[in-house]
């Protein structure tokens, strides 16, 4: 069966999944969203590096609602406010399109019942779902992670670490995202980075603890910042000097009887010399509980594809977009509402 598939954003993650909606025998490309003043207008073969499409990217939601498809892979980069985004995947909803979304929607009850009210309510009039996935959170967390613990009799907490060196990215917006450049006093817990991210990140936390058949008592952040010991210029164009920030440790922690339960972490880097922060990505999963594990997970570079040189070239991005395109057609046959990914048999806290 073949699908029709819009793809929405292409900036550093979403160039990959439009890569492979081309590319993939049983998908059609059916439209393009974009933002950059650069993209719109030409064909989407050409923006990600591959041979002519005749679909053209364009900048406006009224052309892609007109569209006709089955489903939209929706990436854009997140902000907050989410209303912008909830206005926009709710308008791909109502229009008859499932969406399956980047950053965020992971676990909607996070930010109330009204929150998942309104989102159900466009996926009933459009008859469609919405599902929020991606390689890590997603893959990792919501289901590697879970899974695991088919193998447990018990399980006293989880923790989930992922180190990335952000430093070879071709776009300066990771550098933003993460503070990197700033004084360590500029980035702090109040930070609005903190704040974006602790909104998806809680999300997580509450997705695999509702898989676990356990509810937390309280989520907490927690933020620590490395600095960089000489100045360096990044793959992007910006310069680290010396005595900023150029790596950042990020928990999200979920308790339960005033114990770290859940805890999701992430250490990243923009510079490659700050001790304790090698140029080496890697995911470990920690079990605590009968028997515990310990899982590392690395990534090797095996694609050999030419991408256009403002692409930033990393197999994470290959994997991000697999659960995106895996998903298409769990979520365009599942019943219009909230998709949720179960794993089966995996640890839980009391029989159903």
């Given at each position: ?22 590319r993939h025998p049983d998908l059609e490309l059916a439209g393009l969203r974009v933002y950059g003043t650069d993209k719109i207008g030409r064909d ?265 040189d403002e692409v930033s070239i990393k197999p994470l991005f290959e994997a991000v977009a697999a659960p995106l395109i895996r998903a298409i057609p ?23």
């Amino acid at each position: 069966m073949s699908y029709r598939i819009i793809q929405w954003a292409t900036g550093a993650k979403g160039i990959y999944s439009l890569r492979e909606i081309i590319r993939h025998p049983d998908l059609e490309l059916a439209g393009l969203r974009v933002y950059g003043t650069d993209k719109i207008g030409r064909d989407a073969g050409d923006i990600a590096g591959m041979a002519p499409t005749g679909v053209i990217a364009t900048d406006s939601i009224d052309d892609i609602l007109a569209i006709d498809a089955d489903c939209v892979i929706y990436a854009a980069q997140v902000r907050l406010p989410m209303d912008e985004h909830d206005d926009n995947v709710c308008r791909l909803l109502e229009s008859g399109k499932n969406v399956i979304a980047l950053t965020g929607y992971y676990w909607p009850l996070t930010h109330g019942q009204g929150y998942v009210d309104k989102l159900e309510a466009s996926c009933r009039k459009g008859g469609t779902t919405l599902f929020g996935t991606g390689y890590s959170p997603g893959f990792i967390t919501e289901r590697l992670a879970i899974r695991l613990t088919e193998a447990c009799n018990q399980v006293d907490s989880i923790h989930y670490i992922e180190t990335c060196d952000c430093s070879r990215n071709k776009e300066s917006i990771i550098v933003d995202v993460m503070g990197c450049g700033k004084t360590p006093e500029e980035v702090n817990i109040n930070s609005y980075t903190t704040e974006l991210t602790t909104h998806y990140h809680y999300e997580v936390l509450d997705a695999m603890a509702n898989a676990l058949g356990v509810e937390l008592d309280e989520k907490r952040t927690e933020l620590e910042t490395a600095v960089a010991i000489r100045d360096e210029e990044l793959e992007c164009g910006l310069v680290i000097r010396k005595g900023t920030v150029g790596a950042t440790i990020r928990r999200w922690i979920g308790y339960i009887n005033g114990k770290a339960f859940i805890t999701s972490e992430h250490r990243w880097n923009v510079v490659s010399h700050i001790p304790g922060f090698e140029a080496d990505d890697s995911w470990q999963i920690f079990i605590e509980g009968r028997p515990g594990m310990h899982m590392t997970l690395k990534l090797d570079q095996t694609f050999k594809d030419e991408m256009p040189d403002e692409v930033s070239i990393k197999p994470l991005f290959e994997a991000v977009a697999a659960p995106l395109i895996r998903a298409i057609p769990e979520i365009c046959k599942a019943p219009p509402g909230l998709f949720r990914a179960r794993e089966f048999a995996a640890w839980r806290a009391r029989m159903d």
